[in-house]
């Protein structure tokens, strides 16, 4: 049953809304067995029951299909928890400033953990008026490449696109900046700490 809608997720959330199995199977027009059956790993829901399912339980679709429901206890929006999400298909970057199910090409993407950067992925910081000149020198080919250079700031998020065969460089406003980062294509995100 996990890999398509858990069973253990519908009974914690019918029973955080205080449905019964029999007022749940009523508003889905399907017999409380059935409902027990999803439950116990017996049985799936049919996919034409998912939005109504979903609606049900007071959560989204993807959260219903992830098999977890996201609260935001980020309410402060520290730009330092952002989550960044890559997908591998098309190269569609998403930014997060709390928890979040993100899901791109048919795909649920998690979160990337960004390491500390090494020797191959190590950020060149120059300052220039009031500006970081921020480059590496990594290769720039067609299938080995640096996609992205970001920077978090205190109030926001900036993000450089950066395409193969092109230059592996990009500018961003000095003030508020607190990190950098970049994402290799091929070895994932790296984290640069600014002074």
């Keep these: ?3 398509y809608v858990t069973g253990a997720m519908i009974k914690r959330l019918r029973e955080k809304r205080k449905l019964t199995q029999l007022r749940l199977a009523e508003e889905l027009s399907v017999s409380e067995k059935t409902v027990s ?3 116990t ?3 799936y829901p049919d996919i034409s029951l998912i939005e109504p399912l979903s609606e049900a ?3 989204s679709v993807i959260e219903l299909f ?3 429901d996201v609260v935001n206890t980020n309410r402060a929006s520290d730009m330092l928890r952002a989550k960044l999400f890559v997908c591998p298909i098309c190269g569609n970057i998403v930014q997060s400033t709390g928890e979040a199910v993100v899901s791109c090409c048919g795909l649920t993407l998690p979160p990337l953990e960004a390491e500390s950067e090494d020797a191959e992925h190590s950020l060149h910081v120059e300052r220039v008026d009031d500006e970081y000149y921020v480059s590496i020198a990594h290769e720039m080919s067609k299938t080995h490449y640096i996609s992205f250079i970001a920077a ?7 993000l450089k696109k950066l395409y193969p065969e092109g230059s592996a460089g990009a500018y961003f406003k000095i003030s508020g900046t607190r990190e950098l980062l970049c994402y290799c294509n091929r070895h994932g995100l790296f984290r640069t700490t600014v002074a």
């Design 1 to 3: 049953m996990n890999q």
């Design 37 to 39: 059956k999803w439950e």
């Design 41 to 43: 790993g017996r049985g």
């Design 57 to 59: 339980l007071g959560i």
């Design 66 to 68: 992830s098999g977890e």
């Design 152 to 158: 978090i700031r205190d109030d926001g998020f900036e």
